[in-house]
């Protein structure tokens, strides 16, 4: 269900009708009202969900990768898709700041160390310059998304890649 909210979630944002998630998931309503029986606990699931992947990528793709830059490469991509997805949070949670709170909190503590990681092994590589901090370049991509979705011409992956090539060490 989580998957398929998550999927609904990027074409169709946040307040997509629950039928089209059940739909997606292949299950009625009354399931996904029985797990989730407002919104909110729907989107919140699905944001600790994608964060949980997200963060546990990491590793895996340091481990895998063909460097230590290429693996912090894949794992921004998986970032932005989640940022994607994440659109619409906000308004969604705002009846309820501090379920927003300690939303935003956890995202931090299980994803800045994620990145910490994977910037640190780029850096003994020699793949990338060191300086740079996490939460820079997070709160940096998270900005570069922002602009999707006012002007479909606007790609923020192309810009993300120039941010990538200018932290590369030469």
Request: hydrophobic share 45%; charged share 20%.
């Given at each position: ?15 997509a009708?629950?039928?089209?998630i059940?739909?997606r998931?292949g299950v009625?309503m009354?399931t ?5 029986p407002t919104?909110a606990?729907?989107v ?6 994608q964060?949980?992947?997200c963060?546990?990528?990491g590793?895996?793709l340091?481990a895998?990768?063909?460097?230590p830059f ?14 994607v ?6 308004d969604?949670?705002?009846s309820?700041?501090?379920r927003?709170?300690a939303l ?17 092994a780029?850096?003994?590589s020699g793949?990338?310059?060191s ?8 709160r ?5 998304c922002?602009?999707?979705?006012n002007d ?19």
């Amino acid at each position: 269900m989580l998957k398929a909210a998550a999927e609904v979630f990027v074409t169709a944002g946040v307040d997509a009708p629950i039928r089209q998630i059940a739909a997606r998931a292949g299950v009625g309503m009354a399931t996904i009202y029985r797990h989730f029986p407002t919104r909110a606990d729907l989107v919140t699931a699905v944001y600790r969900h994608q964060i949980e992947a997200c963060a546990q990528a990491g590793p895996s793709l340091l481990a895998d990768a063909d460097s230590p830059f290429d693996a912090l490469r894949r794992w921004i991509d998986l970032f932005v898709d989640f940022l994607v997805t994440k659109h619409g949070l906000a308004d969604a949670l705002q009846s309820d700041s501090d379920r927003f709170a300690a939303l935003h909190a956890y995202f931090l503590d299980r994803l800045l160390p994620v990145c910490a990681q994977l910037l640190d092994a780029a850096v003994e590589s020699g793949d990338i310059r060191s300086g740079t901090q996490p939460y820079e370049l997070m709160r940096g991509i998270g900005n570069l998304c922002v602009g999707r979705d006012n002007d479909p011409r606007y790609d923020p992956r192309r810009l993300i890649t120039l941010l990538l090539r200018g932290l590369q060490a030469s």
